[in-house]
């Protein structure tokens, strides 16, 4: 099993930036790749960015693309989501995610661990 738990949620203005940060322990040689997905209320989890935990290659959903950018730490095993020019759509729970196995990172279902999520708010 895997343990996350994410950090650096928080209020921001419109325009800021925030990096949220997912702590990994456990069984992390099980892992193939971390993600991160977002809730706001009303809507679905919905996929922002991925990554495979040993060769760093990264997926973005179209509404990040040039604004977040997903990275790892394999030393300190943290996976963090930097957020730029954030806008007040962008206001949701963000949760992280880990895939056990060689799967499209793209879809909920390909993800066995999650975190307990950590609220980001944007106000205009």
């Known amino acids: 099993q895997v343990q996350l738990v994410e950090s650096g949620g928080g209020l921001v203005q419109a325009g800021g930036s925030l990096r949220l940060a997912c702590a990994v322990s456990?069984?992390?040689?099980?892992?193939?790749?971390m993600g991160w997905f977002r809730q706001s209320p009303g809507n679905e989890r919905e996929f922002v960015a991925a990554?495979?935990?040993?060769?760093?290659?990264?997926y973005y959903s179209d509404f990040v693309k040039g604004r977040f950018t997903i990275s790892r730490d394999s030393a300190r095993n943290t996976v963090y989501l930097q957020m730029n020019n954030l806008k007040p759509e962008d206001t949701a729970v963000y949760y992280c995610?880990?895939?056990?196995?060689?799967?499209?990172?793209?879809?909920?279902?390909?993800?066995?661990?999650w975190g307990q999520g950590t609220q980001v708010t944007v106000s205009s």
């Open positions: 990554i495979i935990w040993s060769g760093g290659t990264t």
């Open positions: 456990g069984r992390t040689f099980y892992i193939y790749g």
């Open positions: 995610a880990a895939a056990r196995r060689s799967s499209s990172l793209y879809y909920r279902n390909s993800y066995a661990d």
